[in-house]
């Protein structure tokens, strides 16, 4: 098991790109610290085709620098093959391992990944895009339920938008059924990068309390580059309903 110590994460993301893991070496721990309460963001993606890995946070709780048996398990994502896995999660300040493990029934053999870590304060500041929902772009009306909070504070949505001929494709999105306050925000990833920047944050809905939130007309560019929408709490946890109403104007 080979461990790698990043430092200090700060809202930069660090990128560790073509990792290796193998039947003779099957999990890499990377070992890191958070000043203050963070959100941890956790990306990994890229996973060789035919091959599976999964993502897990852990706290170092009895603080003697390694990962063992005596570490909580703080959370873990395990998709099916080598679809992407991501952890958003609020923690406090410490020292934490992310730990990436080779699926071994899912995987042709050696495994190659990449990996993104970051964080950021508390609120609409998950700078990494991992697509938790794939909506693409369809037509009508899509609609998820989910729930947003402590140990899972952002949800994001992947969705495409384009244009045909003279027809234009554009989007509205609702955020509806709060028990605690949620906002969201949509970001066009142009230059499809995985990462938020502020110049890319094309809408935002951000009224208080369990007010519905409400984002209209997304889209009427030529540019094709994906878009993806962030929930986000805000104050407590909260479930919620998000709304996709997929539209064409013509012109």
């Not at 893991?21 to 610290?33: A, E």
């Not at 956790?42 to 570490?71: E, K, M, P, W």
């Not at 050696?110 to 938790?132: C, F, H, K, M, R």
């Not at 809408?203 to 878009?227: K, L, M, R, W």
């Amino acid at each position: 098991m080979g461990t790698h110590y990043l430092g200090t994460l700060g809202s930069t993301p660090i990128h560790r790109n073509n990792y290796n893991l193998s039947t003779s070496d099957p999990t890499d721990v990377f070992k890191f610290n958070i000043q203050g309460t963070q959100n941890i963001y956790l990306n990994l993606h890229d996973i060789t085709s035919g091959d599976d890995a999964d993502l897990y946070l852990y706290r170092d709780s009895n603080q003697n620098g390694f990962l063992d048996s005596g570490d909580e398990k703080l959370d873990q994502s395990r998709r099916g093959g080598n679809q992407e896995d991501d952890i958003d999660f609020l923690a406090t300040e410490g020292t934490y391992f992310a730990e990436v493990e080779r699926y071994a029934p899912g995987s042709s053999g050696n495994v190659t990944y990449d990996l993104e870590i970051s964080q950021n304060s508390p609120g609409p500041s998950n700078n990494l895009l991992p697509a938790d929902v794939n909506v693409g772009s369809p037509s009508g009306t899509r609609t998820f339920n989910d729930s947003v909070g402590n140990s899972d504070p952002s949800d994001i949505y992947r969705f495409e938008l384009f244009s045909v001929g003279s027809n234009f494709e554009y989007v509205d999105i609702s955020l509806t059924g709060l028990a605690n306050n949620a906002d969201m925000r949509v970001i066009q990833d142009r230059n499809n990068n995985g990462i938020a920047e502020s110049n890319e944050v094309v809408a935002i809905s951000t009224n208080g309390g369990i007010s519905s939130e409400q984002i209209t007309g997304v889209g009427f560019s030529y540019d094709s580059s994906p878009y993806y929408l962030q929930v986000y709490q805000t104050n407590g946890n909260t479930p919620y309903t998000v709304e996709f109403e997929f539209k064409e104007l013509s012109f």
